[in-house]
């Protein structure tokens, strides 16, 4: 059974670098597309990004400009980078496996709070 | 403003059925069966209950179904639990550049 864990800094000061790792354990990265999706408190899922295995990635255009997703294969790792962050950031971080577009394993997610 | 449009509640009583619409357009549920249902308890990561229009994860019951007609697709859960209440997410692939749009959620209240 495949396990997924967020972790990193749960307060990012505004304009500053919001950077989260997803370690993967208990199965492959192999073959699957892996995920950041967040959720603001209290409002709905927004898909952030997505890698392949092969490096390949994929981003909401909404956050396009400011966001990096990638894969360390060698660590079974993977980060997501989210660059100039507001309040409106703040908010629930997943990472969640899966095949082309649904997610089949999901984190148990971490907060991130952008505040001063 | 969430890309699928769904309902903000829908509520039943232990044993009745009830359904859920996700409705968007001809770029995303109504030209692919790439639509997904989750669901999320208060606190808790989102599931994966659908996939593909009415496909079932191993382990999720069969109360669980889903169906899709035009640009609307529907979760339905029929013997409603108590352990069902919880708020309920679609989402499909789309052919703009946002790839993967997701629905604003539906709460379900078992009465």
């Known amino acids: 059974q495949v396990q997924l864990q967020e972790s990193g800094p749960g307060l990012v000061k505004p304009s500053e670098t919001l950077s989260l790792t997803c370690t993967v354990s208990?199965?492959?990265?192999?073959?699957?597309?892996w995920s950041w999706i967040r959720q603001p408190a209290g409002k709905g899922l927004e898909w952030i990004g997505r890698v392949y295995n092969s490096g390949s990635t994929n981003y909401n255009p909404s956050l396009k400009s400011r966001v990096t997703v990638s894969v360390d294969t060698s660590k079974n790792e993977i980060s997501l980078k989210l660059s100039s962050v507001t309040a409106a950031d703040t908010a629930v971080y997943y990472c969640?496996?899966?095949?082309?577009?649904?997610?089949?394993?999901w984190g148990q997610g971490t907060l991130v709070t952008v505040s001063s | 403003q969430s890309a699928l449009t769904q309902p903000a509640s829908v509520s039943g009583s232990p044993g009745q059925s009830i359904t859920i619409s996700c409705t968007g357009t001809s770029s995303d549920v109504g030209a692919y069966n790439y639509v997904s249902w989750y669901q999320q308890h208060p606190g808790k990561a989102p599931k994966l209950m659908i996939y593909d229009v009415s496909n079932r994860p191993s382990g999720v019951s069969n109360r669980f179904s889903g169906s899709k007609s035009g640009n609307t697709a529907s979760l339905t859960i029929s013997g409603l639990q108590a352990e069902d209440e919880a708020d309920y997410y679609c989402s499909s692939y789309t052919s703009s550049s946002t790839l993967v749009v997701f629905g604003g959620g539906t709460k379900l209240t078992v009465l």
């Open positions: 969640a496996r899966g095949l082309y577009v649904r997610f089949d394993d």
């Open positions: 208990g199965g492959s990265i192999s073959s699957y597309y």
